[in-house]
């Protein structure tokens, strides 16, 4: 399914682990690093606040035009080699008929929390149809694109289901891990209903032309391995074969998931995404040396003076010089405080660009 426009470039390369060709090398023959950085499209762009005036985020989600323009404007001011589609993980639960409004300064809040197997009965399946805006965004985007790719995303089941049961946002998701273990089979039932919607929403965005795919699991650091592996990988698994057919590279990314790696490859991923607490190179080493691997610039060290990002960048490129693929990106979304030029700057650095300073040279 890869587009052949994009089947060659150097992001798709890396998540393919294939070898990088004479043009993936910048002017000193340094390799050419292929770089996008999670939550870029928005958040710290100016022309991206100006567009969104008076449009909510989920309005802006589903508006096809505004969506695609929003994915496209950090591969025009950053050079990124990928755009990542603009949308949220819980639209696909917003378009499956759950009543949820992301609040400004707070995030997705529920009006009725699943919490019993009577709440998981009432949730109904995601039609295939009531993604239509989402595809004709990604139609417009893939078209603008060429041969940059775009990466789909969708939520993880269990990040998707914390949500739920929390009603919102949580710092521990202790009300999702009780009832995974105080009540498994309601847990098993809003699992697998989760996968399927947030599979349903991947795949329509493949199918729309999206050339990666990437499963978010924001909240799985919060689980020990034993619980992964017994009460959330089985519904990973279920989420992601849902394109397991469409021949596109899968990227797996939580936070906090140091332990979890391995586990998170095996779901059936292809790369594994790789926040800021766990060097490349061990990361590297804890999934045996045979997994690509994205990230981990610590996004902290974005407002840091050049001189130590720059040192930063230089350390985390090296080290996951030691895996067999490797996408530069953060260890979690950029900040929307972000100075956008110093984005710009890491792309050229890890393009192998002499001069950081000036203003971007046109491509």
Excluded at 39 to 68: D, K
Excluded at 178 to 206: I, K, S, Y
Aim: one cysteine or more.
């Amino acid at each position: 399914m890869t587009d052949a426009r994009t089947a060659n470039s150097a992001l798709v390369r890396a998540f393919r682990s294939l070898p990088s060709r004479d043009e993936d090398h910048g002017p000193d023959g340094a390799r050419r690093v292929p770089v996008w950085f999670m939550r870029q499209a928005g958040r710290s762009l100016p022309e991206y606040r100006e567009l969104r005036t008076g449009v909510t985020m989920l309005a802006s989600c589903l508006e096809p035009e505004l969506a695609s323009e929003i994915t496209l404007q950090p591969v025009r001011r950053h050079g990124v080699d990928a755009g990542i589609f603009f949308s949220d993980i819980v639209v696909p639960l917003l378009l499956a008929g759950v009543d949820v409004d992301i609040v400004p300064g707070t995030g997705p809040v529920f009006a009725e929390p699943v919490r019993t197997a009577g709440d998981v009965a009432r949730l109904r399946p995601l039609e295939v149809e009531a993604l239509d805006p989402v595809v004709e965004a990604v139609r417009l985007t893939v078209e603008a694109l060429g041969s940059t790719p775009l990466i789909g995303f969708a939520g993880a089941p269990f990040t998707l289901a914390s949500y739920l049961v929390e009603g919102g946002p949580s710092k521990d998701q202790l009300r999702a891990r009780t009832l995974m273990h105080a009540e498994p089979e309601t847990w098993r039932a809003l699992m697998d209903w989760a996968a399927d919607v947030t599979g349903t929403f991947l795949r329509a965005q493949v199918l729309a032309g999206a050339s990666a795919a990437q499963l978010f699991d924001s909240w799985a650091g919060s689980l020990s391995l034993a619980d992964y592996q017994a009460h959330v990988a089985p519904a990973s698994a279920r989420a992601l074969s849902h394109v397991r057919d469409l021949d596109v590279p899968v990227v797996h990314f939580g936070t906090g998931t140091s332990e979890l790696l391995a586990a998170m490859r095996d779901v059936g991923a292809d790369v594994v995404g790789v926040d800021h607490r766990l060097p490349l190179d061990e990361a590297n080493r804890r999934l045996g040396g045979r997994t690509p691997l994205q990230g981990n610039i610590d996004p902290a060290l974005l407002g840091a003076p050049w001189p130590v990002l720059e040192a930063h960048v230089r350390d985390v490129i090296a080290r996951g010089a030691s895996a067999p693929g490797h996408v530069l990106n953060l260890g979690h979304g950029v900040p929307p405080t972000t100075d956008p030029d110093v984005l710009t700057r890491i792309v050229r650095l890890a393009h192998g660009e002499t001069d950081l300073h000036g203003e971007p040279e046109e491509s």
